[in-house]
């Protein structure tokens, strides 16, 4: 794979000099921000890889480092709902944006139920149709802006932790929300990725009562590249507003970050051509942006929470959907105990990492986070 730090060609010309102080909330976004500033400056990175965005306790220098921030990027209280209150109280001179409530953000629903049945119809919101999967790359030299008018689809945030749901009944990755711990969540009433909805989970019915779809957005957004490179436009353009005389530069990073997304993309689409439309399923639904985006939709989520183990009868609608569909792949995240896969019988693991924790933090870090997600699927569909 080529070196995503030329292909996202940033700029080694500008000079060290007084550009805003950045903070980010976790590594993909961070990466974003960096390619975007490039040499000018580096921004702070809030949640550090292999930490969960759920629930986190900032070391000192984090909190300084957002103390001092005079611009936040952060993918909103449905990601991280415990950062809402540092950053108004420490950052309250900043600008914080919100990226997954912007205009030019795409977002999708939630998706209910073991089997997805009920989301067929995948609700997007934002920006161009997902079904185009970033099609005709010449027109985006916008950086993906002009995505439509859904100004409020990212409010509401409150309501929905990272997957948009049921938040006292599960932790990320074994995180504790009540503790704001590294690793610790425990949340109540909205549980992981849109699945077991008032005790619901084995159904996902009743979109009647999702008539706000603010409530049930998913804001893991970052993984479609469309996103992406909407956010680099929108980065610029806020650097720019507080630092006009490197707007040229910032503008010229965007630039490039945008002619990488179009390699990006093409390379990822390569990969995944051969084994579109091979059914597979995910231990929670963490990827539905970067499935919606390039036309691989899984069938399935093992769990309705990515802590608490799936009920008996999720496992067994979910098992003989598997059986029905002969579908041989699972994602899987390091931290998941592959023994429940054993439930469903002869699946084949591919190890997905959606936050990069076991990447290199920086520009280059976007670029092979999607990669790697697209070689581990594919490696486990053939």
């Known amino acids: 794979m080529r070196n995503l730090v030329v292909i996202f060609g940033v700029c080694a010309n500008g000079a060290w000099a007084e550009v805003p102080r950045v903070s980010v909330d976790i590594a993909p976004v961070h990466s974003i921000v960096a390619a975007v500033m490039g040499e000018l400056g580096q921004p702070d990175l809030i949640v550090p890889p292999g930490a969960s965005p759920h629930g986190y306790s900032m070391r000192p220098s984090e909190a300084r480092a957002l103390d001092q921030a005079d611009l936040v990027f952060w993918m909103g209280s449905g990601l991280s709902p415990w950062l809402e209150g540092p950053i108004e109280s420490l950052a309250g001179d900043a600008t914080a944006l919100d990226l997954l409530a912007r205009p030019e953000t795409q977002v999708l629903e939630v998706r209910d139920g073991a089997t997805f ?6 609700h997007g919101h934002g920006g161009d149709d997902h079904d185009d999967h ?5 027109d985006h030299d ?3 802006d002009d995505h439509g008018d859904h100004d409020d689809h990212g409010d509401d945030h409150d309501d929905h932790d990272d997957h948009g749901d049921d938040h006292d009944d599960h932790d990320d990755h074994g995180d504790d929300h ?3 711990d590294d ?3 425990d ?3 909205h ?3 849109g699945d077991d909805h008032d005790d619901h989970d084995d159904q996902g019915d009743d979109h009647d009562d999702h008539d706000d779809h603010a409530e049930v957005v998913d804001p893991h957004a970052w993984l479609d590249p469309e996103n992406a490179r909407a956010w680099a436009a929108v980065i610029a353009d806020e650097l720019s507003v507080m630092d006009p005389d490197n707007a040229a530069e910032y503008a010229r990073n965007a630039a490039a ?3 990488g997304i179009n390699e990006l993309t093409d390379e990822v689409e390569a990969i995944v051509a051969p084994i579109r439309g091979r059914p597979f399923v995910v231990f929670h639904d963490a990827y539905h942006y970067f499935e919606h985006r390039f036309d691989v939709e899984a069938v399935g989520a093992i769990s309705a929470t990515d802590a608490a183990a799936p009920s008996a009868a999720r496992v067994s609608e979910l098992r003989d959907k598997v059986a029905s569909l002969g579908a041989v792949c699972a994602l899987t995240e390091p931290q998941f105990n592959p023994a429940i896969l054993d439930a469903l019988g002869e699946v084949k693991l591919g190890e997905v990492d959606p936050l990069g924790a076991t990447l290199e933090v920086g520009p280059d870090l976007y670029g092979q986070l999607v990669t790697n997600m697209a070689t581990s699927l594919s490696k486990c569909l053939k």
């Open 117 to 122: 049945e009920a989301d067929d119809h995948d």
């Open 134 to 138: 970033g099609d005709d790359h010449d």
């Open 142 to 144: 916008d950086h993906g």
């Open 178 to 180: 009540d503790d704001h």
């Open 183 to 185: 690793h610790g969540d």
């Open 187 to 189: 949340h109540d009433d």
């Open 191 to 193: 549980d992981d990725h």
């Open 257 to 259: 970050f945008s002619n």
